[in-house]
């Protein structure tokens, strides 16, 4: 006859979630999800974007 | 916690997992969203499970509910450390929204925490440079310089060069968006130097595009086109056509070709450029002023006035609040709107000046999910901010 095996605890299934969640999220596997939280900061350190704007005014002196 | 609200959680984050796993990384976030917000104040887990939302979001591009799940995050972290951590994230979120005013008060926040633990610390000199790219978006230049100088120190005193790179090619951006191109150009081609020596070309072609920015100004149209050129191949190997990386460069591309008088490339670029910044940012976002303006201007050199006014005035519309009055990319989109309005005999609108710094503090702010005494429910879903198309 089949045993039923018993579910881990609620807690337990939390923490497996979220680790699984840091894998999915993360560059790297087998880290934590606070050494995946630091890895997404370093990775963010913000780069702007120089965009030049046509200028009518310009474009005009020169033409 | 009931035993049932538990097992809601770990069901809501193992589908959430499951769906991660397959690459539905926005679905995935909305659903680990979901069940943060049902863990009660206090629970370990919870800001674990902020956090993981927040990291599938951003990475799904979802930045402003994103930016709102960095801020619960904070809320519910156990120490200062990431707690300031999750504010950068919520900053640089903001920031990538469009957000900029919520943008600088997180990384204030951010900033206010790291200088307590350590302000002489690698994290500290990155959320001082965060901070200050997004000052320099809202054109308070003056207190974006000694940020980035101060995270330069930091950096080159522990050796990141990485970050080095960065916070030079960010110089370059600074003076860059004052006009002082002559300023701005030795801070890239250093941001360029230090980036050689790493593995790093996606990095690279970001600096070339940076210097492209300034070379245009400065009177350089060849130079500037092959450093484009050659951006564009790398980034577009990296990231595909449809990319917001691929249309700053198209943008600048579109001002090479302005520049040059081929009106018709011009167009071509600039078009490209917006449709892809629209389909990446959405329809609303700040970063399409300056492409819609330059298209504005390609369309009155040829002769469209009407249209050239719209997209002026569209421009004008998305950058204006969120910027400083007396904004230098503001003054040219008024000029370029005065100069398509001119011809036609119509007078140039008065326009509005944005509020004062001290008349902000009086307007409604951005929602702030962690505002004294407004500390979200358990139980409570966060509702999902509208974000752009994706």
């Not at chain 2, 609200?5 to 589908?15: G, H, K, N, T, Y």
């Not at chain 2, 927040?54 to 799904?60: D, G, R, S, T």
Request: negative net charge; proline residues 6%; aromatic residues 2%.
């Amino acid at each position: 006859m089949h045993t039923p095996t018993a579910l881990p605890q609620p807690t337990t299934r939390i923490r497996h979630a979220l680790a699984r969640l840091a894998l999915a999220s993360a560059v790297s596997p087998a880290v934590t999800v606070l050494a995946a939280e630091a890895a997404h900061a370093a990775d963010r350190i913000a780069v702007n974007h120089n965009e030049t704007p046509g200028r009518d005014r310009d474009d005009d002196a020169r033409s | 916690v009931t035993p049932t609200v538990q097992d809601r959680v770990a069901e809501l984050l193992e589908e959430a997992a499951r769906l991660a796993g397959a690459g539905d990384g926005a679905a995935a976030g909305a659903l680990a969203l979901e069940a943060a917000a049902l863990l009660p104040h206090g629970d370990p887990d919870r800001h674990r499970a902020f956090a993981s939302a927040a990291a599938l979001l951003a990475a799904a591009g979802r930045h402003a509910t994103a930016a709102d799940a960095w801020a619960y995050a904070a809320e519910a972290a156990h120490d200062d450390v990431p707690r300031a951590r999750a504010l950068t994230a919520e900053g640089e979120s903001a920031r990538l929204a469009g957000m900029w005013w919520r943008a600088i008060e997180a990384h204030e926040q951010a900033l206010t925490l790291a200088e307590a633990t350590d302000g002489s610390s690698v994290d500290t000199a990155i959320i001082a440079q965060n901070l200050a790219i997004t000052r320099k978006y809202t054109g308070r230049f003056d207190e974006a310089e000694p940020l980035y100088h101060r995270a330069l120190a930091i950096a080159e005193r522990c050796g990141e060069q990485r970050l080095v790179a960065v916070v030079c090619h960010n110089l370059g951006g600074l003076a860059h968006a004052r006009g002082d191109h002559a300023a701005g150009i030795p801070w890239a081609r250093r941001a360029i130097a230090e980036r050689g020596s790493l593995d790093d070309p996606v990095g690279l072609a970001a600096d070339q595009g940076a210097l492209a920015g300034l070379l245009i100004d400065a009177g350089q149209p060849a130079e500037a086109r092959r450093l484009l050129d050659d951006a564009r191949g790398v980034v577009v190997a990296h990231h595909g056509e449809d990319h917001h990386e691929v249309a700053v460069i198209d943008g600048n591309l579109a001002a090479v070709a302005l520049a040059g008088g081929d009106l018709v490339a011009a167009e071509r670029r600039a078009r490209a450029a917006l449709r892809v910044k629209e389909r990446t940012l959405g329809p609303d976002h700040p970063e399409l002023a300056v492409t819609l303006t330059t298209l504005g201007t390609v369309r009155r050199r040829r002769g469209d006035y009407r249209e050239a006014a719209r997209l002026h005035r569209r421009a004008l519309a998305l950058l204006r609040p969120a910027v400083e009055a007396g904004h230098p990319l503001l003054a040219t989109i008024e000029d370029n709107l005065a100069a398509a309005e001119q011809p036609r005999g119509t007078t140039v609108p008065r326009i509005p000046a944005a509020p004062s710094r001290e008349e902000r503090t009086l307007l409604p702010g951005p929602p702030r999910p962690r505002a004294a005494g407004s500390s979200m429910p358990a139980g409570a879903v966060p509702e999902a901010t509208q974000e752009g198309p994706r």
